[in-house]
Each structure stands twice: as structure tokens, then as C-alpha cells.
């Protein structure tokens, strides 16, 4: 042809990468990306306005529902900002135990997208074994909250559920063989080629790009910028527990494998340091049903798995928040990821897609535009998947 | 309390570039928070000082109706490097409740792109120069007139006007 061709392709909502959804427009030259367009909001609920008429411990149950996995970081945060605003000390205890489930949550968050990751590069096996050791992590889950997903843990004054001393040797004993089962998995990912030929130069976001764009979480990181809200601006106990914060500067979808394994072994560090030098004392401090925040306004940042999470309370002095903002670290993710996109192959779509462990809660399809035929079609997430592992068993060598 | 005078230096070579007449108010609750409201024409110019400050992350952008307004606030952050000196400055606006406008700050920061829209779906604020503020988290046939977080619209009054246009 020549002069080259570019074509659109739609994307979502019903999710190349998870099963949630949002839409991606895709314009490609031939077998390259040239452009790609997000469209979230398929999963709007209008929880901001819904927050404007519940009083704080209704909106506290509701902020654990923005999201399925880490439902801790929506509702300890939500507790942050209003015990900020009220002037609340909450005991020491309670500020450990947060954070054991913080970091507990953090390593099933991970270790679910290290699965979903191999799936999506059509490397099945390491999936199911994954997700089969990440069972450990539930556990400890269940056995410390009651609950596998919305763990009700955390409340405003403090925490619901005390950890006891038999309880304290369970976590140890499972972090113990959880993480045997992450350094095996990094070693073998790290001399696989199944996984390097689809992630190493894959998805490349430059450090310049990454923070010109305002990305968060471990899509910064793995673009070699140090900064973990953890670090940064200190929050529960994370003034006092020794932590490393990892960056890889290979900029790459593997680089963001990395940064995410390194990360689990930091967060089962944290989680032995807290349960070495938790005080003992009360667990939460008694607050009002129906409580009344003094006029202010509070915002609270807070490093969730995927990244940046910011939390803003107006109060105008009444029983429910005058307005209550959420930005949750995807969206802050999105423009990084249609930078990411662009240069890839259409076949790698689905794991740049999932390299910023997308949490629309929500489904996404992706409709694509030949820029030079100005033909256009739409994939749903399997068709593409499929697309994408029989390019690879045919185009690599 | 060191890191506070390092806070209201912040706030003083901010004062003293944009002219303190400029600034509106300004208040340091505890450390590593600043909120500094500043008239409008000089949203621009302030955010561009602020960035080569290292201001340079937009947490969030967040609008809030006040009644006889629209408050805009930009939480733009610091970052620290793990050091954990890191700084949040929500930097507030107001513009008027009808045909409510700001200039955009993409050009400077284009990862405000995402947030600026949401403003623009749920208060109607539009932000001059934006190169697309089609929906970003409302469906693309949502009535042109509700912005469903402004505080005349209550949960049922949307619901009605839903019905009307054919959504649900």
C-alpha cells in the first residue's frame, strides 16, 4: 500500500482485560496501534450524591462497596477523613490492626492481577496456581474479619474485631508460606520466556509521560518515579514501620510484574513488623450513631493496590457530609494508559490494559477504526483474547 | 512545628507572585495540607507557579456547589520521593452557578484531563479550552440540563427527568 491505512477499532465496555466494564476506541495502522480513546462511567452509581443524604456510619457500609477488592482502602480512609474532621484519636491498636488488613489486602489485590495477568497472555497454568496459593491470603482474610470480600473490619473510632494471640501465629504461618510461593513465581517469571516475549518493551510509559500524565500506584513505579502516598504522607502506622518503595525504570508491562512481586514481600514485611510491635489496649474509641462532623473540610490520600486514592469531606456541621468526593486510582490511571497503548500491537492490548490492574467495577468492548478503510468492527473481550494468543503462537519465533 | 514554616513560606511566595490581592484566603490545618482560594483570572498562572514548585501531581480536581456558586478545588500534591515530606494544596476557585467557566489547565497538566470532564458531567462548569468535554462517567444520552451534584437536583427530581428523556 504504501502510503499506510488507519482503522477503528471499539474496545469494551464488556472488558478485554477483567470483568468489568469500560470502552476503548482504538485506531490502527495494519497490526499497530495508533490511538486510543478511553470511555468510563458503564458502572456509574452515583455514590457521591448518594452519600449527601446517609448519616456517616451508613455512608461508612456504602464506601466499602465502591470497590470489590479493596474494599479496606474506600472505608479505612472514609474513617481517616471523618475522624480527621471530628478531632478523634483513634487507640494504637486499632492503627496496627488497619494496617494489617491494609497490607493483607494488598497482597490478595496483587497476587489476583499477577493471575489474571498470566491469563490474559494466555499462560493458564501459572493462573490457576496462582490464584490456588492466593487462597492462603483469603483465608487469613476470613479468619481475622469473618468475611472474604467486604470485610467490615474497620469503623469510625477504630476497628471491629480484635486479632488474638492464636490468631497472630495463623498470619505468621500463612505469610510464611505465601511468601515462598511469590519468590518461586517471581524467579520463574523472571526466566520464562512465555511471559518475557509478552511483556518485556510492552506497553512503555516513559517517567517524563508518567508523571506529565499524573499516574499512581505501581504504573509510576514500574516508570522508575519513587513515590508511594505511604512514604510520602504517612498515614496509619506508616511513620513507624520500616518499608522499601519499589520502582523498576524498565518502564515495560514486565516492569510492572516486578514492581507488583517486590511489593508483596514488602507488605509481608509490614505485616510482621505490626504484628511484632502491636500495643496492647482498646480497639476503638465509642462515637455516636448518629453523629454530628463540626464545618470542615478534610482531604486524605491513601496508597491503595493500585495506587493514589484521594478521599475529600465538606461538612457543613450536619449528620450527613455536605459533599463527598472519591477518585479512585484507575481513572487517575486512564490517560497513562492510552499512552501505553499506542505503538503496541492490537495483540497486546489486553495485557497493556491489565498491566494497570484496570478496577472499573464494571464490563468493556472495543470497537476498532481502520484509519485507511474507515471499515470498522467490534470484539468482545474473548474474541480479542483469542486474537491476541493465536498472533503470538504464529508470530513468534 | 518546622514543617508548618516551610508550609507558610508555600503560601507567602505564592502570595507574593500572584500579588496578594489575588489571594483570597488561606488556611494550614495540620501539616501537609494548605487550602488557598484565589480569584479566578489568576487560576492559571497560579497553577503554573505551583508546578514549578513540584506541585506538579493533580490528585483530584472536585466540584462542589456552595449555594451561591461553584467551588472548584484542585488537590494538586507534592510528591516526596518517599521521604515523606510529601504535600497536598487544594487550591480553590469559585465561579458563578449560571454558565459556570474556568480556563483549563491541560495544556499544563495534561493528567487533568479525566478530572476536569467529571466536573464538567456532574456541576457544568466548563473549562475553556478542554479539547473534549464529552461525558466521562454519565451515559452518553444524559439530559444536557441535569448536573446531578449540584444541590437543586434532588435524587428523585433526577429520577423524574430520567424518565422524561427515556433513560433509566
Redesign the interface.
Known sequence: MGETEEFIIPVGPQHPALKEPTNFTITVDGEYVVDAKA???YN?R?V???ME?RTYIQNLYLLERVCGICSICHMTNFCLTVE?AMGLEVPARANYIRTIMHEIERLHSHSLWLGVAAHEIGFDTLFYYIWRDREVIMDLTESISGNRVNKAMPTIGGVRRNISPELLRDIRKGLDIFEERIKYYKSLILKETTVLNRAIRVGVLTPHDA?????VGPTLRASG?????R????YLVF?EVPFN?MTHDGCDVASRVIVRCDEMFESINVIRYCLDHMPDGPIRVKVPVIMRVPE????C?WEAPRG?L?H?L?STGGTTP??Y?I?APT??N??SVQRMLIGNYIADIPIVIAAIDPCFSCTDRMTFVDVNTEKNWVWDSEQLRRYSRKWYQQNSH | MEAREDHVKIVEELREAMGSENVIDWKI??A??I?VAIKAEKLKDTVKHLAEKDF?????I?G??VGDGIEV?Y?L?K??????????L?LRVKTAMENPSLPTITDM???????ER?VHD?VGVVFEGHPDLS?????DGWPKDVY??LKKWK?EDIKKRLSEVGGN
Open positions: 470511555r468510563p462511567g456509574h452515583g457521591e450524591k448518594a443524604s480527621e508523571v506529565a500524565l499524573c499516574a518515579i519513587k513515590s508511594d502516598v512514604a510520602d504522607d504517612p511513620d518503595v470542615t473540610e478534610t482531604v490520600l493514589e484521594i475529600y465538606k455536605y459533599r468526593k477518585r481513572l487517575g486512564i490517560p | 490545618p495540620r501537609k495540607r487550602y506538579r501531581h493533580v490528585s483530584t472536585s462542589v456547589d478545588l488537590h500534591t510528591r516526596a520521593a518517599g521521604k515523606g515530606e510529601g504535600i497536598t487544594s497538566i495534561p493528567g487533568a484531563t479525566l478530572y467529571e456532574f461525558p466521562v462517567e454519565l451515559p446531578p451534584l435524587i
